[in-house]
């Protein structure tokens, strides 16, 4: 079996650790492994299979000569370098949001539109950590009686915003219980010119601020979905950060063209790939973002009919942002390339 | 002016204490104030304007010979005590759930439905805290336009589960900082048959489950806010515990009869009694739980237009749920009840 050259920019951060972890786990046929990262990341050792990876700074001719390149540093990065190693030969999957809504990058998330990768010409982007947990839930909902409307508000991890919001969400937190003074400085993100404490607070605003006040991230849920579903979707979202450390959840609304009882719908998404439905009201069960991390799976539950409107549902999905959300359907989206045999362009 | 004697049943509990703090702020016209609790409280003495009273255990006679009493101890306190209380010539503010819905009992937030007030037969009764700061919002928008659906995802305080609630998420997250083992036992509520962690985690459940696998607390906001707004309106909710002390939050989506633009509707809710709007993208204001912690305005905040519907509206609204949501909405309905003069049947 042939194994391949695999590159991952941006090694030393949250999502990139994540790949780490998930090309280690899985049997991701890795011939040799480059670890690239920023200047001041340079000469880190990381551990990969047992062995101690040296991260390289990342440049033109670093990302040049692979088979397969993960990005994971962020737009800017991205925008640097991914054309370059696309150039190079290299199949990009891109985690950061630089080419997402580019016409001709697939927007991929495997169990839902697999066939969008055979349209790539060099670059595959991974969507945005919500929209990809959302999506898994919506599409078996959308293929068996067609989504006409879907709202959305989210609780999401602070690891969503990097190690420095981990690290302030627990630094906050302990001088909070000790009765010492804060000094918020990672939220709503590191640059922002004003910081909101997170430690037992929460936060309505996850990204930049966009078009009609909504942020970023909240578009990135409508247009994103919208691309990987294939057309035009009605949604609306609010996008709220919660004091935790990983997995997103969601509560999603959706008004459907077709009559879905509880019990269908229980149906359909338990036999959709990708999915664990936990919905099991008179014993308490139901996701957590404490449940899901760390799992591969998004979790599913508290599913319910929604009688406001004549066809509706409500569910609640939970995912592990790193993984699923990020590094996990970066590397499926790789797997899924090399069993469709279309890793060059 | 005339002086009234008020009594508070629960007044050892989480709301009872908040009732305490906010008769001392304001200038209720106090009498005598009676503090009543269960057996094992009896014989305490708590701080009120500067005098230790001392709390008495909770009877019939004890409820009897008030003008005002209020009820802040549950439903099974309520049903015992609250019908032995009015019968004896007392005003009964019920915070409990107990007779919510009974068509004989008003259900009244003082700046949305005032006159309900004059209906009373002895007891009027304090809708459940979300249902309260949601309607605050609702209520203005829905006089503009006339609301015809909302959908509503909660972000809820943990001392809405009470002091039990408080200490266990303070608890958990010390544990959890210092790595050592965490045994919950609050949430979703102390008496359910499995518990969830709250440090570092959400719980999508919010009081026991119900009809359609809503919980109650789901219910409630369906069933008590087309009460108070007079008509049956479309509601649907997903309410969730996070890891916060105090102050509810709430991701509210309206569709309306009319159009609002965010304009209208920021100059609406700015002109609303009992409201404050927080909402400067601009400058990253927006309400957060701690920010509206103690105080006794609702924050209303990230007012956008919904372009997933014709006239939709997407708004953020956050209210101290022990103040706004319990104790301060029933010493209102009190004043109210006062400045009317309607305090006997």
Redo the contacts between chains.
Sequence with gaps: MRRYKVAIVGATGVVGQEFLTILSERDFPIDKLTLLASAKSKGRQLNFRGDMLQVEEVSEDAVSGHDIVFFAAGATVSRQFAKKAAESGALVIDNSSAYRMDPDVPLVVPQVNPDDILKHKGIIANPNCTTTIMVMALKPIDDAAQVK???V?T?QAVSGAGIKAIDA??RE??AY?EGEAITPDAL?YAS???H??IA??????VDA?GD???TKEEWKTVYETSKIIGRKL???A?T?R????RSH?I?M?LETEGKLT?EEALDILSRAPGIRVIDE??????????LASGKDLVLV?????????PN?L?V?VVGDQLRKGAALNAVEIGEKALELGCLAR
């Design positions: 409307r879907a709202v508000s609780y969400l627990f937190s302990l219980l709503p922002a010119p004003r909101y404490q037992f607070n929460i936060v309505p605003q601020f009609m006040m909504y009605a949604i609306t609010t709220v919660v004091p935790v450390e959840s509560s609304n509880r009201p008179e014993e308490l069960l139901y996701p957590t973002p404490l539950g508290r599913v319910r009919e929604d009688n406001s409107i509706g409500n609640w």
